[in-house]
């Protein structure tokens, strides 16, 4: 399924579209005859991932379904400065408007998906995963977790409804590890994994000892996190969290953790250098 065939994804399309251009788009409306054809290629600035065409064809759509947009390559194919990643051809004004919302979506999901790439390969020949986070973008969750996965990363859960995470203040709020995961155990079908976030070793035996399906290590320092894999000794998934864009990820990975979430791959990532340059027929 085509992540633009979401209909979360179509109502956020047609809600950028309302935003950038509910009041008309005077300057196109203004100096370029509703007539006019127009023909553009999407050239790329930097290396990087792609990902995001299917996404600015369905602004094209939502404006012009008679733009026609060609791709030269799918998400998650690496690119190259001065690549010419796609071509549009069609009415000058529709293309013109759509222009930014399109191109907004692309850099930021392509940045997404380099950002993602490049954080994989840091890690290559460990077993760890690369994966995301819930800090995401409001209403872009859909697309940032997709753009995750172009870049060879995993998803963590969508939405709280995934799965069970028990978290600090969760743990307060229950008096104690053994409670929270006892309550949750008893609350939730077996279908659903439970990870807690631990902070230090001690607690890490105590969700151990309450059954935790996953222990996510918060902040541990490398060799803080290389105990606790030896302590949990393959007994539940080991998850390094905590600021992980700004660390070493080989050396997080040469630690043996299982997976690696960053929420900067979503909440800060750097948009792609991609314009898009056409010409009149």
Known sequence: MKITSIPSVQALLRTALEEDAGGGDITTLATISQKAGAHGRYIAKEDGILCGM??????????????????????????????????????????????????NLLQHMSGIATATAKAVESISGYKAKITDTRKTTPGLRHLEKYAVRCGGGVNHRFNLSDGVLIKDNHIVAAGGIQNAVAAARAAVPHTLKIEVEVENLEMLQEALDAGADIIMLDNMSYEEMQKAVEIVAGRALTEASGNMGEKDL????????????????????????????????
């Open 54 to 103: 299917d996404v600015v064809q369905a602004v094209f759509s939502l404006l012009d379904s008679d733009i026609n947009l060609q791709t030269h390559m799918p998400d998650g194919t690496p690119f190259h400065k001065g690549d010419v990643l796609a071509e549009v051809s069609g009415n000058a004004g529709s293309i013109l408007t759509g222009e930014r919302v399109g191109l």
């Open 250 to 281: 080989n050396a997080v990975a040469r630690t043996g953790v299982d997976l690696i979430s960053i929420g900067a791959l979503t909440h800060s990532v750097r948009a792609m250098d991609i314009s898009l340059k056409f010409k009149l027929f």
